[in-house]
Structure formats: structure tokens, C-alpha cells
């Protein structure tokens, strides 16, 4: 049973910085297509960011383009994101989500619908 497990969410000040963490087990993690994505209260679940099998490409969201960074470490079977110069506006739960069968293809996903699997999210708050 796959399962995806984030951490590393919490208060912070605007201006500063938070790494998430998702774990993965159950699975074949170095084979799936990554991505992270976020919900703020009231609003619909968006995508942050997305990165390949083999972290050849990555993606991101305009609103978190050159304060986010993704990364992913398979021989660890772990997903990060190294958010920096943090915002209210990124204020959210935030979610990890795994695209399987992706035959290594290298493509990247940014549609939440295409992902099979997902954690159960953790919580940012910037405070202003």
C-alpha cells in the first residue's frame, strides 16, 4: 500500500523560508512523476510544482516561480520543496501527489486529476 507522509509545515514570518518534506513507501518512488500542490481556506486545491522521474524537469506555478524549489532524493524515496521568501498568500495546506506508470517518460503533470496517489498534507501559515 503506497502511502505518501509530509512534514516539515509551520508558522513562519513573511520573508522566511520552510522546507516540506513527503516520504514515500509502498511503492516504486523513483519511478513516479512528483509534484506538490496547495490548498488555502475557501479556495480550490492548486498546483505548486512538479518534477520528473528523474529530476531532469521541473515546473512551477508562476506565483511561486524563484522562491520554490523542488527536488527529489530516490535512493531516499523522498520529495521536497525548499520554499523561500514566503508570503501570505502561500498561506495553505499543502499536499504531495505521485503520478504512477509513468513508463520514465520524463513528462511532467500538473493536472491534479492525473495523480494516483496523495498524503494527507501539512499546514503552512505566514504570518504578515
Known amino acids: 500500500q503506497v502511502q505518501l507522509v509530509e512534514s516539515g509545515g509551520g508558522l513562519v514570518q513573511a520573508g522566511g523560508s520552510l522546507r516540506l518534506s513527503c516520504a514515500a513507501s509502498g511503492g516504486t518512488f523513483s519511478g513516479w512523476a512528483m509534484a506538490w500542490f496547495r490548498q488555502a481556506p475557501g479556495k480550490e486545491r492548486e498546483f505548486v510544482a512538479s518534477?520528473?522521474?528523474?529530476?531532469?524537469?521541473?515546473y512551477y506555478a508562476d506565483s511561486v516561480k524563484g522562491r520554490f524549489s523542488l527536488s527529489r532524493d530516490n535512493a531516499k524515496n523522498t520529495l521536497y520543496l525548499e520554499m523561500n521568501s514566503l508570503k501570505p498568500e502561500d498561506t495553505a495546506v499543502y499536499f504531495c501527489?505521485?503520478?504512477?506508470?509513468?513508463?520514465?517518460?520524463?513528462?511532467?503533470?500538473?493536472?491534479?486529476?492525473?495523480?494516483?496517489?496523495w498524503g494527507q498534507g501539512t499546514q503552512v501559515t505566514v504570518s504578515s
Open positions: 501527489a505521485a503520478k504512477d506508470r509513468t513508463y520514465y517518460s520524463g513528462r511532467l503533470f500538473l493536472d491534479q486529476h492525473e495523480y494516483d496517489y
Open positions: 518534477i520528473s522521474w528523474n529530476s531532469f524537469r521541473t
